[in-house]
């Protein structure tokens, strides 16, 4: 079974402040781990994934995240915010059997950028 | 670039209704999903589609769930009577085949905008 907790279901940052998105993952074999962004009234769009390549992926938009096996972590990491990264914010595991198609969502992190 | 579209963007029915909601996947795409996002709540996989069958459901996909790919273009996902729970907003999205070591493996998903299903 594969599932993801992501810490803080809000979090406010200022504008050029670093923005640093919690997810840990649970999977009983490689991951692949996966980033999307929500923005209001809109769909989900893919912001960066992990494949087993380099542990640190760099995405869209300037954010980038690593993969920490050891932790189990994939934490979403950018360095400046700005005030259009303001959206909902996912973090998902799907497994690497090759077979498997099913993506298990985190329960979302609010970003919130202020002045 | 090419991009998932989801009709209607909202639609209202009343409890009991049957709803039909449609997707038009990247056209090189094979593998299809559905999934829905209660508010308030994380996206939630209701099922995949390939080769014209189900190959992964979950256990929200009941039988009053369809989903079928009447052509060469559209996916569709049917809920025969609708209940007040079934509000939510439902993904589609799709992925590309990618051969690999001798396995067919799913690609990235991407997803559509959406379709906010009202249910009276």
């Known amino acids: 079974a594969q599932s993801v907790t992501q810490l803080g279901s809000h979090v406010s940052v200022s504008e050029g402040a670093l923005v640093l998105l919690r997810c840990n993952y649970s999977?009983?074999?490689?991951?692949?781990l996966f980033w999307y962004v929500q923005y209001p009234n809109q769909g989900l769009q893919l912001l960066l994934k992990?494949?087993?390549?380099?542990?640190l992926v760099k995405g869209i938009n300037g954010f980038e995240a690593e993969f920490k096996k050891s932790e189990t972590s994939f934490h979403l990491t950018k360095p400046s915010a700005h005030m259009s990264d303001a959206a909902e914010y996912f973090c998902?595991?799907?497994?690497?059997?090759?077979?498997?198609?099913?993506?298990?969502f985190g329960t979302g992190t609010r970003l919130q950028v202020t002045l | 670039e090419p991009e998932v579209t989801q009709t209607p963007s909202h639609q209202v029915t009343q409890m009991g209704q049957e709803v039909i909601l449609r997707c038009v996947p990247i056209?090189?795409?094979?593998?299809f999903y559905w999934y829905r996002q209660i508010l308030g709540q994380k996206v939630e996989f209701l099922v995949s589609?390939?080769?014209?069958?189900?190959?992964?459901k979950s256990e929200i996909f009941d039988d009053q769930f369809s989903v079928e790919r009447p052509d060469g273009s559209n996916f569709t996902l049917k809920i025969r009577s609708t209940k007040l729970e079934d509000s939510a907003m439902y993904f589609c999205?799709?992925?590309?085949?990618?051969?690999?070591?001798?396995?067919?493996?799913?690609?990235?998903?991407?997803f559509g905008p959406g379709t906010r299903l009202t249910v009276l």
């Open positions: 589609f390939y080769n014209n069958e189900i190959s992964e």
């Open positions: 998902a595991v799907r497994l690497d059997t090759g077979t498997a198609s099913k993506l298990t």
């Open positions: 056209s090189n795409h094979l593998y």
């Open positions: 999977s009983s074999v490689p991951p692949y």
């Open positions: 999205a799709s992925s590309e085949a990618l051969r690999g070591l001798g396995l067919l493996r799913r690609d990235t998903q991407y």
């Open positions: 992990y494949t087993s390549a380099a542990t």
